[in-house]
């Protein structure tokens, strides 16, 4: 087995396009909220259509179909909107623009800003106020600004990206999920859940910004709690509290979804074939047009 070296710790999509490849990495392999120390080993998908290399590792990303974003009026993809925590509101077609300059200035690859939204009434302490949605180059780009319109977090997906459970943490507040998810709330350390907006099958919850890059001892507690219900109710999905939880889930083995590639192994020994191992789901968002 070879392992790699620690991997870099969490970071949000800017200020460059190398930090956002960094932070997809880090969201990919441990998708709760950052990295530990451990050193790991991670196995390319077989099957990618395109290759990120980071730090010398060969990252694999599934391709993207060029779809666009729904409008407000019609109702997300990935399942119907939960009433959330603040009312939203469409940015204008001049909003969009602007802070979609803001979004993908730094890139040099040509997006589409598809949509974008702010909260009406956020709590006061609430990280991202306002979001805005770019597509470009096979990658779904989302960034969040606050209230002096500073960008703050962000998050990015590809169509069939492999995700470990229900719902993929990716930033403050936000991430990706499946269709089966109609509801996602998002619990602050020592704070009360927010609710988020479940919107083109990413999710933004208006929680305060706290730090993301956490280590210590197994009790110690991370910055956010993200929990997944059903259409009936049913908690389907519950990310780690603590790093001890957050260890054990890197230690264990995932595959793709058919159980023919791995996914991403931890440092046990002898790995089990990847058949053997836990399957992952594939990211089916699919942000349509306006």
Same mark, same amino acid.
């Given at each position: 087995?070879?392992?790699?070296?620690?991997?870099?710790?969490?970071?949000?999509?800017?200020?460059?396009?190398?930090?956002?490849?960094?932070?997809?990495?880090?969201?990919?392999?441990?998708?709760?909220?950052?990295?530990?120390?451990?050193?790991?080993?991670?196995?390319?998908?077989?099957?990618?259509?395109?290759?990120?290399?980071?730090? /010398?590792?060969?990252?694999?990303?599934?391709?993207?179909?060029?779809?666009?974003?729904?409008?407000?009026?019609?109702?997300?993809?990935?399942?119907?909107?939960?009433?959330?925590?603040?009312?939203?509101?469409?940015?204008?077609?001049?909003?969009?623009?602007?802070?979609?300059?803001?979004?993908?200035?730094?890139?040099?690859?040509?997006?589409?800003?598809?949509?974008?939204?702010?909260?009406?009434?956020?709590?006061?302490?609430?990280?991202?106020?306002?979001?805005?949605?770019?597509? =470009?180059?096979?990658?779904?780009?989302?960034?969040?600004? +606050?209230?002096?319109?500073?960008?703050?977090?962000?998050? +990015?997906?590809?169509?069939?990206?492999?995700?470990?459970?229900?719902?993929?943490?990716? =930033?403050? /507040?936000? =991430?990706?999920?499946?269709?089966?998810?109609?509801? %996602?709330?998002?619990?602050?350390?020592? /704070?009360?859940?927010?609710?988020?907006?479940?919107?083109?099958?990413?999710?933004?919850?208006?929680?305060?910004?706290?730090?993301?890059?956490?280590?210590?001892?197994?009790?110690?507690?991370?910055?956010?709690?993200?929990?997944?219900? +059903?259409?009936? =109710?049913?908690?389907?999905?519950?990310?780690?509290?603590?790093?001890?939880?957050?260890?054990?889930?890197?230690?264990?083995?995932?595959?793709?979804?058919?159980?023919?590639?791995?996914?991403?192994?931890?440092?046990?020994?002898?790995?089990?074939?990847?058949? +053997?191992? %836990?399957?992952?789901?594939?990211?089916?968002?699919?942000?349509?047009?306006?």
């Amino acid at each position: 087995m070879n392992n790699l070296p620690t991997l870099p710790p969490e970071r949000d999509l800017r200020p460059a396009t190398r930090e956002r490849q960094r932070a997809e990495l880090t969201a990919i392999v441990e998708h709760e909220a950052a990295t530990s120390s451990h050193s790991r080993r991670l196995v390319p998908l077989a099957a990618a259509a395109a290759v990120v290399l980071i730090a /010398g590792v060969a990252i694999a990303v599934p391709a993207l179909r060029s779809d666009k974003a729904p409008s407000q009026s019609q109702p997300p993809v990935s399942g119907s909107v939960t009433a959330p925590s603040s009312p939203i509101e469409r940015l204008s077609e001049a909003e969009l623009a602007a802070f979609g300059k803001k979004c993908t200035e730094h890139d040099s690859i040509a997006r589409e800003i598809v949509d974008g939204f702010r909260y009406t009434d956020p709590p006061a302490d609430a990280a991202a106020t306002t979001w805005v949605l770019a597509q =470009g180059a096979g990658l779904w780009i989302n960034c969040g600004f +606050d209230r002096n319109g500073k960008w703050v977090t962000g998050t +990015d997906a590809n169509l069939g990206q492999p995700m470990y459970g229900a719902v993929q943490p990716g =930033g403050m /507040g936000v =991430g990706i999920y499946l269709k089966s998810v109609t509801r %996602i709330t998002v619990t602050p350390l020592r /704070g009360e859940a927010v609710e988020a907006v479940l919107r083109n099958g990413f999710y933004f919850a208006p929680v305060r910004k706290l730090q993301m890059n956490v280590e210590g001892p197994a009790a110690t507690p991370l910055p956010y709690v993200t929990r997944g219900y +059903d259409a009936h =109710g049913k908690l389907v999905y519950t990310s780690a509290a603590t790093v001890g939880e957050r260890t054990k889930k890197e230690a264990k083995c995932y595959s793709d979804p058919l159980g023919k590639s791995y996914v991403w192994s931890g440092t046990s020994e002898p790995t089990p074939a990847p058949k +053997d191992c %836990i399957r992952t789901k594939a990211w089916d968002g699919r942000p349509g047009s306006r």
